[in-house]
C-alpha cells in the first residue's frame, strides 16, 4: 500500500460496524443531529482530513444518519456507493460538475425536466459547459450524431418528464462507451424498484429523493449512485479523476480510491467547497419512505393504469402520452423496462385549447395542483406554464409539450375517488 492508498472497501465513509450490511441493519435509525464529531486524538483527526482513514469529519460531508440512508439506496440500485444531497437538482449538478468543466460538452436527450435543461441551457454555459439536445424519439443514432471530441457524457432520463417517453438504454449506453464516455440516468420517476439503469448499462444514476423515494411530500433530497463500472483512467477524458489532485496532496482518486472515485471525488471536493449538504433529519425521513417505497409504488402503478384506460376512451380527451398504451411508440421499450407495469407520472392532452386545460385543472377538487410528483396524494399541474415554462415555444415543440398539455402523478387514494375527481372536472368543460 503506497502513501495514497485509501480503505474504501465498504459502500461508503465506514461509519459503524453495525451498519456495514444495509440488509441487515437496524431498523431503528438514530438522527444524528450534529454538526461535528471528536476525534480520538490527532493522529486520528489528521488522517481523517487527509483521507487516510475512513470516517466521520464533518456534518457537510458525511453524517451517520446521511450515511445509512445512503448505503441503502446504493444496495438498491446496485450501486458501489452513493452521495444524499440537499436536492435532486443538487445531485444532478454536482454529477455535471465532475465530469465537464470549462470548454466540455454534454449530450442530453430533450425529453427531461424542465428544471434540468434550464440548467444544461442556460445555467452551465456560464460556466463554459455546453449541451446539444437531441431528441429520443428519433432513434439512438442521434445520440451518436451530437457526439464532439469534447464530450464528457451523456444524459437521459429513465421516463422522461412529462411525457412519459423512454429511450432504448442499452444503445445509448453502447454509444457513450464506445466514445470512452459515462452514461448519467435520471432514474427517479422509475424508481430502482421497477427499473435498474446499471443493468442495462448506465454508469451513474441520479435520484429526486423529493418524490417516490421520500413518497410525501415532506422532505427535500438528492442521491447520486456511483455504478464503479467506468474505467476513468483508460477513458482518458478525466484528468481531475485520474491526475494527482493538489488538495488532498497528491491523491489520484481514481488510481488511490478505487471503485467509489466518482462519488468520494464529488464527497470531498465539490460537497465540501460548495456545501450542498442533507440534513440530518431529511435524511432519517427519506429512510422511512425507503421502507415502503415497493408498497407506495405498486399502488401508484396499479391506480395510473385503470386511469390510462379511463382517460384513453374519454371524448374529451386528445391524446393520452403512456407507453403501456399499444400504439405508443415506446411500448416495445416498456414492456421490456416495465415488465410488470410501471409509471405512474404522465401527461394527457385535454381536447381544446390552454383555457380549458386550465379550467380542468382548477376544478379538480381530490388532486393537488402543486410541483411535485410522486406524492402518495394525485397531483397535477399544467407544464408550459409552471415547471417548463423557461423553454420558449420552439423547446417547448421539441419536448413534446402542448399548451392542452396536463401532467399527472397519480396517487394511492382510492381509484373510485380519483376516477370520480377527473370525471367531475370534464363535466365542468
Known amino acids: 500500500m503506497n502513501e495514497h492508498q485509501y480503505k474504501f472497501e465498504t459502500l461508503q465513509l465506514h461509519v459503524g460496524q453495525e451498519e456495514a450490511d444495509p440488509a441487515t441493519a437496524s431498523r431503528a435509525v438514530p438522527i444524528y443531529q450534529t454538526t461535528s464529531y471528536v476525534f480520538?486524538?490527532?493522529?486520528?483527526?489528521?488522517?481523517?482530513?487527509?483521507?487516510?482513514?475512513?470516517?466521520?469529519?464533518?456534518?457537510?460531508?458525511?453524517?451517520?444518519?446521511?450515511d445509512i440512508f445512503e448505503r441503502r439506496i446504493a444496495a438498491l440500485e446496485g450501486g458501489v456507493a452513493a452521495l444524499a444531497v440537499a436536492s435532486g437538482a443538487a445531485a444532478i449538478n454536482y454529477v455535471l460538475q465532475a465530469l465537464a468543466h470549462s470548454g466540455d460538452?454534454?449530450?442530453?436527450?430533450?425529453?427531461?425536466?424542465?428544471?434540468?435543461?434550464?440548467?444544461?441551457?442556460?445555467?452551465?454555459p456560464d460556466y463554459g459547459v455546453t449541451t446539444t439536445f437531441v431528441d429520443p424519439t428519433q432513434g439512438a443514432s442521434v445520440f451518436e450524431n451530437a457526439l464532439k471530441t469534447n464530450t464528457k457524457c451523456v444524459f437521459i432520463e429513465t421516463v422522461g418528464n412529462p411525457n412519459?417517453?423512454?429511450?432504448?438504454?442499452?444503445?445509448?449506453?453502447?454509444?457513450?462507451?464506445?466514445?470512452?464516455?459515462?452514461?448519467?440516468?435520471?432514474?427517479?420517476?422509475?424508481?430502482?424498484?421497477?427499473?435498474?439503469?446499471?443493468?442495462?448499462?448506465?454508469?451513474?444514476?441520479?435520484?429526486?429523493?423529493?418524490?417516490f423515494i421520500g413518497g410525501h411530500g415532506t422532505t427535500l433530497g438528492g442521491v447520486i449512485v456511483d455504478s464503479s463500472k467506468f474505467d476513468w483512467v483508460a477513458s482518458g477524458k478525466f484528468p481531475q479523476l485520474v491526475e494527482a489532485n493538489a488538495s488532498y496532496h497528491g491523491i489520484s482518486f481514481a488510481k488511490d480510491v478505487g471503485a467509489p472515485a466518482l462519488a468520494v471525488f464529488i464527497r470531498?471536493?465539490?460537497?465540501?467547497?460548495?456545501?450542498?449538504?442533507?440534513?440530518?433529519?431529511?435524511?432519517?425521513?427519506?429512510?422511512?419512505?425507503?421502507?415502503?417505497?415497493?408498497?407506495?409504488?405498486?399502488?401508484?402503478?396499479?391506480?395510473?393504469?385503470?386511469?390510462?384506460?379511463?382517460?384513453?376512451?374519454?371524448?374529451?380527451?386528445a391524446k393520452v402520452n403512456h407507453p403501456s398504451l399499444p400504439n405508443h411508440p415506446d411500448h416495445a421499450l416498456y414492456k421490456k423496462y416495465f415488465p410488470n407495469g410501471g409509471i405512474s407520472?404522465?401527461?394527457?392532452?385535454?381536447?381544446?385549447?390552454?383555457?380549458?386545460?386550465?379550467?380542468?385543472?382548477?376544478?379538480?377538487?381530490?388532486?393537488?395542483?402543486?410541483?411535485?410528483?410522486?406524492?402518495?396524494?394525485?397531483?397535477?399541474?399544467?407544464?408550459?406554464?409552471?415547471?417548463?415554462?423557461?423553454?420558449?415555444?420552439?423547446?417547448?415543440?421539441?419536448?413534446?409539450?402542448?399548451?392542452?398539455?396536463?401532467?399527472?402523478?397519480?396517487?394511492?387514494?382510492?381509484?373510485?375517488d380519483i376516477l370520480w375527481d377527473l370525471k367531475q372536472a370534464f363535466e365542468a368543460i
Open 164 to 211: 412519459a417517453n423512454l429511450i432504448n438504454i442499452e444503445k445509448v449506453a453502447a454509444i457513450a462507451h464506445a466514445h470512452k464516455i459515462p452514461l448519467v440516468i435520471d432514474n427517479t420517476f422509475a424508481t430502482p424498484y421497477q427499473v435498474k439503469p446499471f443493468e442495462y448499462g448506465a454508469d451513474i444514476v441520479v435520484h429526486s429523493a423529493t418524490k
Open 345 to 416: 407520472i404522465f401527461t394527457f392532452e385535454i381536447d381544446g385549447n390552454e383555457a380549458q386545460a386550465r379550467k380542468f385543472i382548477d376544478n379538480l377538487k381530490v388532486f393537488s395542483l402543486l410541483a411535485n410528483v410522486a406524492d402518495v396524494k394525485s397531483l397535477v399541474i399544467h407544464p408550459a406554464s409552471t415547471t417548463h415554462s423557461q423553454m420558449n415555444d420552439e423547446e417547448l415543440a421539441q419536448s413534446g409539450i402542448k399548451k392542452s398539455t396536463i401532467r399527472l402523478s397519480i396517487g394511492t387514494e382510492h381509484i373510485d
Open 40 to 66: 480520538k486524538d490527532s493522529q486520528e483527526a489528521s488522517d481523517l482530513f487527509g483521507l487516510r482513514k475512513a470516517g466521520n469529519i464533518y456534518g457537510r460531508l458525511t453524517n451517520t444518519t446521511q
Open 268 to 317: 470531498a471536493l465539490l460537497l465540501r467547497d460548495t456545501g450542498g449538504c442533507i440534513s440530518p433529519f431529511n435524511a432519517f425521513l427519506l429512510l422511512q419512505g425507503t421502507e415502503t417505497l415497493s408498497l407506495r409504488v405498486e399502488r401508484h402503478v396499479e391506480n395510473a393504469l385503470k386511469v390510462v384506460d379511463f382517460l384513453s376512451k374519454h371524448p374529451k380527451v
Open 105 to 124: 460538452h454534454i449530450v442530453a436527450a430533450t425529453t427531461i425536466y424542465g428544471g434540468t435543461y434550464n440548467l444544461l441551457e442556460h445555467t452551465l
